[in-house]
């Protein structure tokens, strides 16, 4: 998809909200979060498309900042599209993978009832599950990006 402004990135991210269906079905006693991650450069709407996709799942965007540093946030959400919990983690201060390990993720990506969105999940490493649903993000210029969901 090419996105021409803010506008138009922040609408992509409201529509796919409202697709996102757990990994695990229901009361599964298997499975795992529904991890969303978000590749790319700095500056190439990663965060604008985390505010609106928190803000289309009932958050107030001004309570969606990016965690960089932090690491991570988390968000109770009552029970939307069969989750209780938005994890925002940003990554990219992460220096090894091993890191992640120290905020629980092995739980928190474990747990069903999490929706869960990384930014910069390429410092995650082998901790980042196969079937984590992949967005790309690309600077195209000052107000395109082009988004590839994978």
Do not use: C, Q
């Amino acid at each position: 998809m090419i996105s021409k402004s803010v506008e138009e990135t922040k609408k992509i991210a409201r529509d796919f909200a409202k697709s996102v269906a757990p990994v695990a079905a229901p009361g599964a006693s298997a499975g795992h979060a529904t991890i969303i991650a978000l590749r790319g450069d700095l500056g190439s709407g990663k965060t604008t498309f985390a505010k609106s996709f928190a803000e289309a799942i009932g958050l107030s965007p001004d309570d969606v900042t990016s965690p960089t540093f932090v690491i991570e946030k988390r968000f109770d959400i009552g029970d939307h599209a069969h989750f209780r919990r938005f994890i925002h983690i940003d990554a990219y201060r992460l220096e090894k993978p091993e890191e992640i390990e120290r905020l629980g993720w092995r739980e928190t990506s474990a747990d069903p009832a999490n929706l869960i969105l990384v930014e910069w999940p390429e410092n995650l490493g082998a901790a980042l599950p196969e079937d984590a649903i992949r967005i790309s993000f690309k600077f195209i210029d000052e107000n395109t990006r082009e988004i590839v969901f994978n």
